[in-house]
Every structure is written in structure tokens, then in C-alpha cells.
């Protein structure tokens, strides 16, 4: 949950996104976004999905990446 919270941190702010903005994209509350980045949240499929499309990256390397060592 940790790596993934990392993950999408990084990718939220490569795209000049806020928490907010990212919450809205994806329909949750902030606090949500926020649980998620600091790897304290898990997450449905349908949220990763929501998730990787807000921040225009395909899922499967979303995924792929969330088990890679370079994060």
C-alpha cells in the first residue's frame, strides 16, 4: 500500500494535479486521496482503474510500476 500511495503521489504531481483535483476526477473524498498517498488506504480495482485514468496512465502499468524497485 506504501509503494502504491508513493506511486501515485508522484504521478499526481508529474501531471501538475492536486489532491483535490484527483479526488474529483475519481469521484472520492480528498481524504481518500490523501489515506491513499500516505499508504494507509486500500483500494477497490474499480478505484486503481479510476485512479490510473485520472492520472493518464494504463492500469496494468500502474500496476506493473507498484511492483517495480525504481520507486
Known sequence: MVRLGLLIKELRE???I????LSRLCNVDIRTVQRIEKGKQ???I??????????????????????????
Do not use: Y
Not at 47 to 61: C, G, H, R, Y
Open 42 to 44: 486500500n483500494i477497490s
Open 46 to 71: 474499480s478505484l486503481l482503474f479510476s485512479l490510473a485514468d485520472s492520472l493518464k496512465i494504463k492500469s496494468s502499468v500502474l500496476v506493473s510500476q507498484m511492483f517495480s524497485e525504481n520507486i
Open 14 to 16: 508529474k501531471e501538475k
Open 18 to 21: 492536486t489532491q483535490e483535483q
